[in-house]
């Protein structure tokens, strides 16, 4: 943990910690605590910056799910006008500071001192992002000067917030409606009006021009001045007249007042801890990291809407364009799956909703089926590009086989969809869409397949697997095994289909035509070839002639760096002709595939495979803590687990890929902490048929407790170091 996280001391609920503490006030502080200190509810997210903040200090308000473009630039998410911009006339230096970030609530407060021309003044602001009202941001500000005189505030709405390939608003118009003022732009590429408005409510003299409200009021020295705001966003993709809604909620807002708001989504938030809490006796610095990485995902989860997903950076800012990664599939929705699987469900049809753009995208490579977005924005459109990262030493972009080659894309999304399913018990899922998008992956992997007449089998050949540093290779494991459990798992879904909805059945053969197709892809399945362990060393080939690369270390190979911002992969990386592999590949199958094969052989790819890996993905981490855990390596898994868990907290990740930034929060990272600690310390097991757990736990935890929803009822997890209950609860619980 680096000096600027203060552990939490205090706790105001509960005897556990729950707050997060920062002090730092440093300029080069704001892209870290900004994520740090991040709020938000699936809708929007709010970066952690401070109220007088603009677009240098990396002001956000990310709009899920809105994306622009502005011509010869990446497609991006949409930042927001800022709504809670307030600034104190004459205000200088901080001479103290500090943020406080309450997870169990979502709330930060805010702490400062600031000089002034005379004397100095305390600022202390609350504000949370309503779990309550997606559309609503409620904040409380109050001053206290050491001098007495006249003091000025300006507050308003702030069009200047972060654009990495902006500018995305234009057409701006300044509306004042009654007491509420409004900011509204329309996105330069498809013309989405986005509308901001806010209200204050203040005892002082207020006037307003444009989009800022000056307040103005004498005080006196050592007294406490305040007043309290709401801001509302609304868009024209959420309802016909976004700028009317967003007045109209502010309004409301207002009647209701803070505190009342504040309670409502006080209590969303004691819903979310009483779902997915995990308690961790013996340990609270993983403790408060579990929580943390758990807050974070809280942050970015749909519960609104089927049409938005969780992007790769969260709602934390436009880097990776906002765009929806297989992240979500491999390491978010399984922990919604089982700890809210009403958000799980969203996500999932979030991929029906964006079928349109795989399909587009197989047919534009010359494929079948649905090949989806390495990168995805709204409707399933692709923001990858085949040249993503530039090359640190010529400035020229580097072709990269992420696009057009990272095929397990498809797969992951069955993987998570029939996982759900089978956990779950919600068929339904499938009758609305679920199965349609299983039957187009299912097809698309068939028709990328080859069949290998000498050797009777299917390959596929020409993929990049999860270890991007190794592009364009044949069989890549990882891929074959995702595949064929695509193929399976599609098999087995539409047979439930054709019990469950028999005229649903028959419709999706009339729109698809996959009757047909079905006793194919059984073969396929059948003949499709999985590398097997190598008769010694019982070690699996991450692709074909893997075994045959440089066995050079880690450290060796970062001594062959040359620029920090290097990639390792790409034409020429210096990965690329080695075995260093970016992240778990055939570790994560072992993790998804755990009766594929004898625990030996787990631990000796385990064994093998963990030197080699360079972890130069926020993704790595956990496959290595949940597979160390199974093999009864906890005290190993523990590290790679607090690397997981604490990657939000210390900032402690790559900033950049080549001249590329891909710094924010880490929402598959925040996921694969609740998967380790689950599914690997407490080596939780579930299926359709049954749920257990089998616990290993770190040499310091003395036990874990934590709720879990299976197949319509929440069951109690209690392990120890020496055994695990699950109980079921008396509660019944809807999907
Ligand atoms: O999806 C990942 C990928 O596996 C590695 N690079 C970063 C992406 C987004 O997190």
Request: proline content about 4%.
């Amino acid at each position: 943990m680096e000096d600027l996280v203060t552990m939490p001391d205090s706790c105001d609920q509960g005897k556990s910690p729950w707050t997060f503490r920062v002090d730092r006030m440093a300029a080069d502080d704001v892209a870290l605590v900004g994520n740090q200190c991040m709020l938000g509810n699936g809708y929007v997210g709010y970066r952690g910056t401070l109220e007088e903040y603009s677009s240098d200090q990396l002001v956000g308000c990310m709009l899920n799910g809105v994306y622009d473009q502005v011509p010869g630039k990446w497609r991006e998410t949409v930042n927001a006008p800022n709504g809670l911009f307030t600034r104190i006339e004459g205000a200088g230096e901080m001479s103290r500071h500090q943020l406080e970030l309450n997870i169990r609530k979502g709330r930060l407060r805010r702490d400062s001192t600031v000089a002034m021309p005379f004397g100095v003044v305390t600022i202390q602001s609350e504000r949370f992002v309503s779990h309550d009202n997606v559309h609503l941001i409620c904040m409380s500000y109050s001053v206290r000067p050491s001098e007495s005189g006249a003091v000025v505030v300006h507050t308003g709405i702030d069009r200047e917030v972060w654009d990495i390939n902006g500018p995305h608003l234009g057409d701006f118009e300044i509306s004042e409606v009654g007491e509420v003022l409004c900011v509204s732009a329309t996105t330069q590429e498809l013309g989405i009006t986005v509308a901001v408005s806010e209200v204050i409510d203040c005892p002082f003299e207020v006037s307003v021009a444009g989009s800022t409200r000056t307040v103005t009021f004498e005080a006196e020295a050592g007294r406490t001045y305040g007043f309290t705001k709401y801001v509302s966003i609304y868009t024209s993709l959420d309802c016909d007249a976004p700028v009317d809604e967003s007045i109209r909620c502010c309004r409301e807002a207002k009647a209701a007042g803070y505190d009342s708001l504040g309670v409502a989504h006080d209590e969303r938030w004691e819903n979310h801890w009483r779902d997915c809490d995990v308690e961790i006796e013996g340990d609270d610095e993983a403790q408060f990291a579990l929580r943390y990485s758990l807050y974070q995902i809280q942050l970015a989860a749909p519960r609104h809407s089927e049409t938005v997903s969780i992007p790769a950076r969260a709602l934390s800012g436009q880097v990776y364009k906002g765009a929806v990664f297989w992240d979500t599939e491999m390491f978010m929705t399984p922990v919604f799956t089982l700890t809210d699987p009403s958000v799980a469900r969203n996500l999932i049809l979030y991929r029906y909703h964006t079928l349109p753009g795989a399909l587009a995208k197989a047919k534009e490579y010359g494929y079948k089926g649905a090949f989806y977005a390495w990168e995805g924005q709204e409707g399933g459109k692709e923001a990858c590009t085949h040249f993503n990262v530039t090359d640190v030493f010529t400035g020229r972009p580097m072709r990269t086989y992420f696009r057009d080659k990272q095929i397990h894309i498809s797969a992951d999304i069955v993987y998570a969809i029939w996982q759900y399913v089978e956990l779950t018990g919600d068929d339904s899922v499938l009758v609305e869409g679920a199965a349609e998008v299983m039957v187009e992956c299912a097809r698309f992997f068939y028709s990328y397949a080859y069949f290998k007449e000498d050797k009777d089998r299917y390959e596929l050949i020409d993929v990049t697997g999860p270890d991007e540093y190794h592009e364009r290779v044949g069989n890549n494991s990882y891929t074959n095994r995702m595949v064929k459990h695509c193929m399976d798992a599609t098999l087995a879904a539409l047979k439930r289909l054709e019990e469950l909805d028999p005229d649903g059945y028959e419709d999706l053969d009339t729109k698809t035509g996959f009757v047909k197709e079905l006793s194919r892809w059984a073969r396929f399945s059948e003949r499709l070839y999985i590398p097997k362990p190598a008769e010694s060393s019982r070690i699996i080939p991450q692709f074909d002639g893997y075994e045959t690369l440089e066995d050079v270390s880690v450290q060796a190979l970062k001594e062959r760096v040359l620029n920090p911002n290097e990639y390792l992969g790409g034409g020429s990386g210096l990965a690329t002709t080695t075995k260093v592999l970016k992240q778990a590949d055939v570790v994560l199958m072992l993790n998804l595939f755990p009766n594929d094969h004898e625990l030996d052989v787990v631990r000796k790819n385990w064994e093998y495979y963990e030197p080699r890996t360079e972890h130069g993905s926020s993704l790595s981490a956990c496959a290595y803590a949940m597979v160390g855990a199974t093999i009864g390596r906890a005290d190993w898994a523990y590290d790679y687990f607090m690397k997981t868990a604490t990657v939000d907290l210390t900032g402690n990740s790559k900033q950049y890929v080549g001249t590329l930034y891909i710094g924010g929060t880490h929402p598959a990272a925040n996921g694969g902490s609740w998967l380790s600690a689950v599914y690997g310390f407490a080596g939780l097991s579930a299926n359709a048929e049954s749920i257990s757990c089998k616990p290993s736990l770190p040499s310091k935890w003395k036990s874990m407790r934590f709720t879990v929803r299976w197949r319509g009822d929440r069951y109690a997890v209690h392990v120890t170091q020496e055994k695990g209950t699950v109980l079921k609860c008396k509660e019944v619980v809807k999907v």
